[in-house]
């Protein structure tokens, strides 16, 4: 079959009919679009209106299969044609009845869905992502839905209209197509992080807090304060640090445990009581106090930080061996910290800390201001 041959043939056709493109697609309750295209050969006519076309030009099916004058097509041939038409309608009609209703429904779910995501919104990454593909796909169901239900072609002859959705469609499927390439990259990136080793130190003389400050404080929110300068002083320490620098963030925990004289332990007390932090931000300043607690822990506790941002950094006290365990935990794994339990929140469900909610976390390390969408935090300062 041959499209151009037959697209010259309704054109000459419609030319010795002596009408315009736009009249012929009225008789038809098609578009003037959808003409050109078939007197172009760049499609045909649906099945079910070859008939119509052909009683409209007074001529037989076969001359326009074949793109040219035939001899009269008999009664006999005519009336199977007609009954192919009148199968091919019917058959046609049932599916389209069918795409219709799922269309609508589509549109319904994915609106509802969308209504749901915003209702529940708190602005992490991952909801924004999830909306915007929701939205992508929003837009899609409604292009399928307005061409099954024949709406697509009047809104086509509305040209400024049908222009204004093009563009809006076109920039939802560019927004959406980035979305899922982000997310797609994140994953990718997210498990070559996970597969990172650690890094693990121990021993007391691998204790050094300036390398700490300048290889994590950034990643970790932390200024390290709780931890001393040096052990220099103590009477034995038991030092471990397991910590793995990834793409997005590090991870992992610090443990020191130091046993001193007296003297020297009743100072550290002092120094750990009198801890602040101060952050600054366009010229106020708040002065943060570290936190004490008798009860979230087994020991006596100063607190620096309990679980901003997932990082954990405190002080426990041991009174009775003048002994001082100083921890950091960054995405603590409680099931796998368990040689460190005694060192842990006596509540474990308290590290279940869902995602919108690590901002609100104690620390001393940063500082909502009033009027600020974000924190202050003082590693920014540094």
């Given at each position: 079959m041959d499209q151009k041959k037959i697209g010259l043939f309704l054109k000459k056709l419609r030319k010795e009919k002596g009408i315009t493109q736009e009249a012929f697609a009225e008789e038809l309750n098609v578009s003037g679009r959808t003409v050109s295209r078939w007197e172009t050969g760049s499609s045909l006519p649906d099945i079910s209106l070859i008939v119509e076309i052909a009683d409209f030009y007074d001529v037989d099916v076969r001359e326009i299969i074949e793109g040219e004058r035939k001899s009269e097509m008999n009664e006999e041939v005519k009336d199977v044609a007609n009954k192919m038409t009148d199968y091919a309608v019917n058959e046609k009609s049932r599916i389209l009845k069918w795409m219709q209703m799922t269309g609508f429904i589509g549109v319904l779910v994915t609106t509802g869905t969308i209504i749901f995501q915003c209702l529940s919104f708190r602005g992490i990454p991952f909801q924004k992502w999830s909306l915007m593909l929701s939205g992508g796909a929003l837009s899609i169901m409604v292009i399928i839905t307005l061409y099954v239900n024949g709406l697509m072609e009047k809104l086509i002859q509305k040209k400024a209209l049908f222009r204004a959705v093009k563009i809006v469609t076109v920039a939802l499927l560019v927004i959406s197509v980035y979305f899922v390439t982000s997310i797609v990259s994140v994953f990718g990136i997210g498990l070559m992080d996970y597969a990172l080793p650690f890094t693990t130190t121990q021993g007391a003389e691998k204790y050094d807090k300036g390398k700490l400050v300048e290889k994590y404080s950034d990643d970790f929110d932390s200024g390290f304060?709780?931890?001393?300068?040096?052990?220099?002083?103590?009477?034995?320490?038991?030092?471990?640090?397991?910590?793995?620098?990834?793409?997005?963030?590090?991870?992992?925990?610090?443990?020191?445990?130091?046993?001193?004289?007296?003297?020297?332990?009743?100072?550290?007390?002092?120094?750990?009581?009198?801890?602040?932090?101060?952050?600054?931000?366009?010229?106020?300043?708040?002065?943060?106090?570290?936190?004490?607690?008798?009860?979230?822990?087994?020991?006596?506790?100063?607190?620096?930080?309990?679980?901003?941002?997932?990082?954990?950094?405190?002080?426990?006290?041991?009174?009775e061996k003048n002994r001082i365990i100083y921890i950091h935990l960054s995405y603590p794994d409680y099931g796998k910290l368990q040689e460190f339990r005694d060192y842990l929140k006596i509540n474990s469900k308290e590290y279940e800390l869902e995602n919108d909610a690590v901002l609100d976390r104690d620390t001393i390390y940063a500082h909502k201001f009033e009027g600020l969408d974000g924190w202050i935090e003082y590693s920014d300062m540094k």
């Open positions: 304060f709780v931890f001393p300068d040096s052990v220099d002083h103590s009477l034995s320490t038991t030092y471990e640090a397991k910590l793995k620098t990834g793409l997005f963030d590090s991870d992992g925990y610090i443990v020191l445990d130091t046993v001193y004289h007296e003297t020297d332990f009743n100072a550290e007390l002092q120094r750990l009581a009198g801890i602040t932090c101060e952050i600054t931000y366009e010229g106020e300043t708040v002065r943060k106090k570290i936190g004490y607690d008798e009860d979230m822990y087994r020991y006596p506790a100063y607190i620096a930080s309990d679980g901003f941002d997932y990082n954990y950094e405190y002080a426990l006290i041991d009174h």
